[in-house]
């Protein structure tokens, strides 16, 4: 095999400063630890975040829903971009928060509809009613508390979403 | 296949008890850049990272804010009371500059102490594709959201106590691909002979 230029590896090995900052030998394979105590620390944060759940998680569907109709509303402009966004992050938001609360089948629905954003202008009507029928379906799964996508009223809904993506994509 | 720093005691350090022959870091002189564009997701994090005693949690909601952050910390000048960033912690999809497009400006900058930044990308998807895109683009850990105490600290520990060889090639720079903690067992197709390979020591 001849060599060029373009077979060239170069390998850098670093000074680990890092573990010398946080108190360890740089030159050392040992590893260390955390203090005792403050991975359940991190946990019980958690705990406490899921405890306002439920009001995280109908304050951003109620942000996601506003937004959404504004963007119906404005029609073609220029606002619309900037709007799409808001509507994209937004749905990128509760499948976070949706996930880390328990409303697994809510948050598959904002995973969803981000990716969709992510793939069209939506500046066709068939492309926003696939848009409503998932702000519709995330809406019914908070109002009747349906959290994992087992049940036959979970099946309900991702059909009707899937429905509105067969027909109108 | 769960990540190795996820199975609870089998290659990590982070369950350790206090009475085990283990350093226990201090990470109050750490300097953490937080980009993630959800504001409950942001306040969330940083909360785990200061639990962890990180001394200081800078948060921004996109990679361009991010970008503009770690020119200033990075170029302060020595005596200077700006600090620098130790660790970048970045979502992977955000609107205002994306985890990817953030990721790949740091390792093609040329200062040092911007593109051998460590960074950890989270990420709210699950595929095999995202990881391999992450690994690719030069990342050093991944994270898939959400987010426990365990699988925080595990990555931030990693990135501490396992640091790779930093690997130049004609299309990537970032940290070596292959974990050297974990044998490979498949037939070697590596086309790089020992003598094309330049290494480079860091010297204080």
Same mark, same amino acid.
């Given at each position: ?32 630890a955390l203090e005792p105590g403050m991975i359940e620390k991190a946990d019980e944060l958690i705990a406490d975040f899921c ?119 | ?7 609870k005691g089998?290659?990590s350090n982070i369950f350790r008890n206090k009475?085990d022959?283990?350093?226990t870091?201090?990470l ?16 969330l994090?940083?909360s785990m990272l200061r639990s962890f005693g ?14 503009? %952050?770690?020119?200033?910390?990075? &170029?302060?000048? +020595?005596?200077?009371?700006?600090? !620098?960033? /130790?660790?970048?912690?970045? #979502? ?55 987010v426990s105490g365990a699988t925080l600290a595990g990555?931030i520990l990693? %990135?501490?106590?396992?640091?790779? &060889?930093?690997? +130049?090639?004609?299309?990537?720079? !970032?940290? /070596?691909?292959?974990?050297? #903690? ?23």
């Amino acid at each position: 095999m001849s060599s060029s230029d373009n077979d060239q590896v170069e390998l850098f090995h670093r000074i680990n400063r890092l573990k010398a900052k946080a108190g360890g030998d740089p030159n050392s394979s040992h590893e260390g630890a955390l203090e005792p105590g403050m991975i359940e620390k991190a946990d019980e944060l958690i705990a406490d975040f899921c405890k306002d759940c439920d009001t995280v998680v109908k304050h951003v569907l109620e942000k996601l829903s506003a937004k959404w109709k504004e963007m119906a509303d404005a029609g073609p402009s220029s606002t619309r971009e900037k709007l799409a966004q808001e509507v994209f992050t937004l749905a990128h938001e509760i499948k976070d928060i949706a996930g880390m609360c328990g409303y697994t089948l809510m948050s598959d629905f904002g995973e969803s509809l981000r990716d969709y954003i992510i793939e069209t202008k939506l500046d066709r009507d068939a492309q926003r009613i696939i848009v409503q029928a998932h702000v519709d379906a995330m809406n019914a799964a908070f109002r009747h508390n349906i959290r994992d996508d087992g049940g036959p009223a979970a099946q309900e809904l991702k059909a009707l979403v899937k429905v509105a993506i067969e027909k109108h994509s | 296949m769960p990540h190795p720093l996820d199975q609870k005691g089998k290659s990590s350090n982070i369950f350790r008890n206090k009475d085990d022959d283990v350093t226990t870091y201090d990470l109050k002189n750490l300097n953490v850049l937080l980009v993630e564009d959800s504001r409950s997701m942001q306040t969330l994090i940083a909360s785990m990272l200061r639990s962890f005693g990180v001394g200081d949690v800078l948060v921004c909601e996109g990679g361009n804010e991010a970008i503009g %952050i770690l020119t200033i910390t990075q &170029a302060r000048k +020595k005596g200077s009371d700006i600090k !620098g960033i /130790d660790i970048v912690l970045t #979502d992977w999809l955000m609107p205002q500059g994306s985890g990817v497009e953030l990721l790949e400006w740091i390792r093609s900058h040329e200062a040092d102490n911007i593109k051998f930044l460590p960074v950890l990308l989270l990420s709210a998807y699950t595929t095999q594709k995202v990881i391999a895109t992450a690994r690719d683009n030069g990342a050093n850990e991944a994270l898939v959201k959400p987010v426990s105490g365990a699988t925080l600290a595990g990555r931030i520990l990693s %990135i501490i106590d396992k640091p790779r &060889a930093f690997v +130049k090639t004609e299309n990537f720079f !970032g940290p /070596d691909r292959r974990r050297q #903690d974990m044998a490979f067992k498949g037939p070697d197709r590596r086309k790089i002979q020992a003598e094309m390979i330049k290494v480079n020591h860091e010297q204080l």
